[in-house]
């Protein structure tokens, strides 16, 4: 690859790229709100997770997920799988009663 300037049919589509990104607007405004942070927000995660809304398949596939990961574990004691139904099942819980409070009108 040559380090010299480009051919004139790509600086022609970059600039026309560029032109089309100067005019948007909503991406002018995002670029000049951007904050870098050290810290993540956590009240904009429990605001998402809090509204979080589980679909009845999702909830029925992770509840099938984790009985089988338990019953698997109880069989066999394989440590790998004792852990993945422990990072399993507390989502599983979670999205369980996610569902039962949008199911109850709560």
Same mark, same amino acid.
């Given at each position: ?25 909503? #991406?002018?405004?995002r670029l000049r ?33 984790? !009985?089988?990961?338990? !019953? ?12 993945? =139904?422990?990072? !399993?099942?507390?989502?599983?819980? =979670?999205?369980? =009663?996610?569902? #039962? ?6």
């Amino acid at each position: 690859m040559s380090l010299g300037r480009l051919p004139d049919h790509e600086q022609r589509l970059l600039d026309e790229i560029e032109r089309a990104l100067c005019r948007d607007r909503r #991406l002018a405004r995002r670029l000049r709100t951007l904050r870098w942070s050290r810290w993540p927000d956590v009240p904009g995660l429990l605001r998402r997770v809090g509204s979080y809304r589980p679909h009845t398949l999702t909830v029925a596939l992770l509840c099938a997920l984790s !009985v089988a990961l338990s !019953v698997t574990g109880m069989i066999t004691s394989a440590p790998g799988v004792i852990w993945a =139904f422990a990072l !399993v099942w507390p989502p599983t819980l =979670f999205a369980v =009663f996610r569902l #039962l409070c949008r199911w109850s009108g709560g």
